[in-house]
Structure formats: C-alpha cells, structure tokens
C-alpha cells in the first residue's frame, strides 16, 4: 500500500483489524509488519493516534543486501515465497536422504538441538532454523540446490523469523508441532528414506505458511487446539 502510493507521507493506516481483514490474515501478522515498517523507518506511531506514513523511500531496504531474488515487500510475496521454498526445500530434503553425509547429519542434529533448547527456554531460534534448512541443502549434494538456498538466505530467514515470532503467540502446542516436524525431517534424512524426507519437508514449510495466513484455524486443524476466543 506505501510502495504503490495508495498512502502518501503523512498518510494515517488503518486500524489493525481493518488491514487484518483485508488481506485476510491474523492481527499478529499485521502488528509483526508494522513492526519492520517501524525498523525499516517507513511508519512512525504515535500513542493513540495510531500509524501514520513517515516516506515512501524509506520502504526499500538498503541495496547493499539485495539479492538475485530481491526483497520480500507484501504479504503477497510471503506466500509466494512460501510456494516456492515448499517446491524446492521439499526436493532439496529428498535427495539429501539420499547423499547425506555424516558430517551433513552432524550439523542438522546439533541445528535440531539448539532449536529443542529454544523451545524449552521459550526463545525464537530463528538461526539454527535457517542453519537446519542450509544445512539440507548443502546435504543434498546438488551445487544448484546449495546455491539457490544461498541466495535466497535472507527470504528464507524472513520468512522463519515471521512464522517463530508467530508461534510464540500461539498455544504451546505450536511451537512443539513445529519441533516435531523439524525432528521428522531429521529422522527421515538419517534413514535415508528420501520420500519421507520429501513429503515432511514440504508438510513443514506449508504449516509455517498456513500458520501466518490462516491464523488460529490452522492451529485447530494440525493440533487440535481450539481457540480460547470461541
């Protein structure tokens, strides 16, 4: 909306609940991203004023970290990075089954157990998340998969960070699942059952997506955790 000019400078957003409802995800989604906005000097608040455009420049972070596939900007982009890393992350994990290393498996169980350790002390573990899902990549053995996980590290990590900032807000029984599926993934690359590997790693990045857009419901759906609200 800032980048497309719809809000100029000076421009007052609309409440939380309203941009929730149009673009159809959770409040927490929406007071994640006028949080980096924040950061990112696009948005200033003002206590009971609500969010007011501070300029439209400031939107776009520095080039100096752009990459070949460029900034994620709108919640558009999110899950079309979500679609996209489903595809590839999922191949990546089944033919790391397959040509793992001991020394790949090393680094995926010690990436696993700092994020079990982040869990219990209810800390984010956005690093050794990424690391886990580099770590596939470079298993893989295929120098394409390596690369375009490379490039895409700080798409990747966005979209981590969001859906474990995310988790935190919901029942504790999310961020369990989501070590759970971590611990899947695992298993299956170690018993070198690349189709296990395949279908858990994609199974695992959908759940992050449709954690974001889908809010609570999916938190009934995959746990059987019922909103407190209804």
Do not use: W
């Amino acid at each position: 909306m800032i980048e497309s000019g719809e809000f100029g400078e000076g421009a007052r957003l609309p409440a939380e609940s309203i941009l929730a409802d149009r673009f159809g995800v959770s409040r927490p989604v929406i007071r994640e991203a006028l949080s980096r906005l924040r950061s990112m000097g696009a948005i200033v608040s003002r206590k009971g004023a609500g969010s007011y455009v501070q300029y439209r420049a400031a939107a776009q972070p520095k080039q100096d970290n752009a990459t070949p596939f460029g900034f994620v900007s709108s919640l558009s982009q999110i899950r079309r990075c979500f679609e996209f890393r489903a595809a590839v992350e999922s191949e990546a994990a089944f033919h790391a089954a397959r040509n793992r290393t001991p020394a790949h498996l090393l680094l995926m169980r010690e990436a696993v157990d700092q994020l079990e350790k982040a869990v219990s002390d209810g800390a984010l573990g956005v690093d050794p998340d990424v690391e886990f899902h580099m770590t596939i990549a470079k298993a893989s053995c295929n120098e394409f998969f390596d690369f375009v996980s490379s490039a895409m590290r700080s798409q990747i990590e966005f979209s981590i960070d969001l859906a474990r900032r995310l988790s935190l807000t919901q029942p504790q029984a999310v961020p369990l699942m989501v070590q759970a599926e971590h611990e899947d993934i695992y298993r299956a690359i170690e018993a070198h059952d690349a189709d296990a590997a395949r279908v858990t790693m994609r199974r695992h990045v959908e759940h992050a997506c449709s954690r974001i857009f889908d809010g609570s419901k999916n938190v009934t759906s995959v746990t059987g955790v019922g909103d407190s609200s209804g």
